[in-house]
């Protein structure tokens, strides 16, 4: 702002407000304790610094309204700086500055002459565009050295996509100030990743941030255990189908896709359904499985204590035959399911003789006591076999 909006008389309090600074900052910081709680029970910034830095930012409000802005043009670029830094939620820095203009108008409200308070009503938005101003030119600081940070920090960032991947009972605020900082504001729907890794701390998708960059999509990704997971934001000409074909192509094991959400706070119920999908395939498949794709499968996945006991109440007797045995018996029964019982065309991509599918089709129905011309039995069937795929029982 301009210092000639600023009324004469509210330049002229201001600068007689100047040399209690240091007062007025200890004060205000007593306030910003009372009512913002990260400022009361954080361990890193001390009651004398959050003065300090009140006292500073008292002088630049009051600099700037009384026309006298000194050298205290950097204190919200430091003070931005600073709480990023020191890990300060965005949230509990932006409460703080509320609470910091908030205190400056009452100080001022309070000092000024009777008859000058009408003025200050008059002039009130002019006072909260230098505090409104204050807070922004922090915020910028702010997201810039935690982006920076981030930047040059890989734990930082790890941490910061965990933040999002896994921020049930966030603020939305504060997801979104995550997500500024690990630049994920373009576009308009995400999608969580989820790539199961051949072993732990090793990457199922290698340099996959820097493959999407150069698609001109943004991404940011973290790597837990034995799981790649991130979160990917689609753009105009880069949906979620051309994601999963990608993916396809770069995948070395078993990749999850969620489906497409806009709200961050959906963000870890994506990140479940990713990992669910990615593991709804054979254990040692390779490809990509988006969560809307396969819902048998899915719903398998997800309950894998319950299915792995579907699996071996019904399929018992096949599993515990010699496992090539068990094999041939499994695939057969398969390969007879997807061709929808054409034991002719199971035989011819079987290569064996269509008796020898009945031959073993007549097997699995007496060891299991199921009725393969039963659409009911065929279904519990189908049902076992691909608890077993899945769960890699056999």
Not at 18 to 36: K, Q, S, T, Y
Not at 71 to 95: F, K, M, N, W
Not at 222 to 249: I, P, W
Request: charged letters at 25%.
């Amino acid at each position: 702002m301009t210092l000639g909006q600023v009324d004469p008389q509210v330049r002229e309090l201001s600068r007689l407000l100047l040399p209690d600074a240091d007062a007025l900052g200890a004060r205000m910081g007593e306030r910003i304790r009372a009512e913002v709680p990260w400022y009361a029970e954080n361990q890193v910034l001390t009651a004398d610094e959050v003065d300090r830095n009140c006292a500073d930012n008292v002088r630049y409000v009051l600099g700037i309204l009384a026309g006298e802005t000194g050298g205290e043009h950097d204190v919200p670029r430091i003070t931005g700086i600073d709480r990023a830094g020191r890990g300060a939620p965005y949230a509990a820095v932006l409460q703080a500055f509320r609470v910091g203009g908030r205190f400056i108008w009452e100080v001022l409200v309070e000092r000024a002459e009777p008859e000058a308070r009408e003025l200050l009503l008059r002039s009130a938005a002019d006072i909260w565009a230098v505090s409104d101003e204050l807070a922004a030119q922090v915020t910028d600081a702010f997201r810039g050295a935690l982006a920076e940070r981030a930047r040059r920090d890989g734990q930082t960032r790890s941490v910061l996509v965990g933040t999002l991947l896994d921020g049930e009972g966030a603020h939305t605020e504060q997801l979104w100030e995550t997500a500024d900082a690990l630049d994920l504001r373009s576009g308009t729907d995400f999608v969580i990743v989820s790539a199961h890794c051949s072993a732990p701390g090793v990457e199922a998708l290698p340099d996959i941030e820097r493959a999407l960059r150069k698609m001109n999509v943004t991404s940011a990704w973290r790597l837990v255990n034995d799981h790649q997971d991130g979160l990917v934001v689609l753009r105009f000409g880069f949906d979620h189908r051309q994601l999963k074909e990608f993916l396809e192509a770069k995948a070395t094991g078993r990749v999850g896709i969620s489906a497409p959400f806009q709200r961050l706070e959906e963000a870890a119920e994506a990140k479940r359904s990713a990992r669910v999908a990615s593991v709804a395939m054979a254990p040692d498949a390779t490809g990509v499985l988006a969560s809307d794709d396969d819902p048998l499968a899915i719903l398998l996945a997800s309950v894998p204590d319950q299915a792995a006991h579907v699996a071996r109440a019904l399929l018992s007797p096949v599993l515990d035959l010699p496992v090539d045995d068990s094999a041939v018996l499994l695939e057969t029964a398969r390969q007879w399911l997807a061709e929808r019982g054409s034991t002719s065309t199971a035989a011819r991509l079987l290569h064996i003789h269509r008796n020898t599918v009945r031959y073993r089709l007549r097997r699995v129905e007496e060891l299991t006591g199921l009725d393969l011309a039963d659409p009911s039995d065929t279904a519990r069937l189908h049902v076992a076999l691909e608890a077993v795929r899945i769960l890699g029982l056999a």
